[in-house]
């Protein structure tokens, strides 16, 4: 059974940065493409970014340029780097596989940008 684990999430203020981490245990990751996903207040979740076991990555257009997405597969972990965060960044961050499977989301991590 695969287990995804984000951390490293917390309260910056604009413009400021982060980097959240994505722990998979259970089984190898470095053969799947990963993700990154979040949850804002009130609307749904909508993809970030995401990597492929080959390393080409994709961006949502709201943080192209800001954030960036990679893995470590001998630590079976994915990364997102955030940089100039604005509030709109707010919301609870989740990895997962691209495409999503519903059956491994996991507690994710929130990330608070005040203004």
């Known amino acids: 059974q695969v287990h995804l684990v984000e951390s490293g999430g917390g309260l910056v203020q604009a413009g400021g940065s982060l980097r959240l981490s994505c722990a998979a245990s259970?089984?190898?990751?470095?053969?799947?493409?990963m993700g990154w996903y979040r949850q804002a207040p009130g609307k749904e979740r909508e993809f970030v970014a995401r990597?492929?076991?080959?390393?080409?990555?994709a961006y949502a257009d709201s943080v192209k340029g800001r954030f960036t997405i990679t893995r470590d597969n001998a630590k079976n972990t994915v990364y997102l780097q955030m940089n100039s965060l604005k509030p709109e960044d707010t919301g609870f961050y989740y990895c997962?596989?691209?495409?999503?499977?519903?059956?491994?989301w996991g507690q994710g991590t929130q990330v608070t940008v005040s203004s």
């Open positions: 259970g089984r190898t990751f470095n053969m799947y493409d």
């Open positions: 990597i492929t076991t080959s390393n080409f990555t």
């Open positions: 997962n596989f691209w495409p999503s499977n519903r059956a491994y």
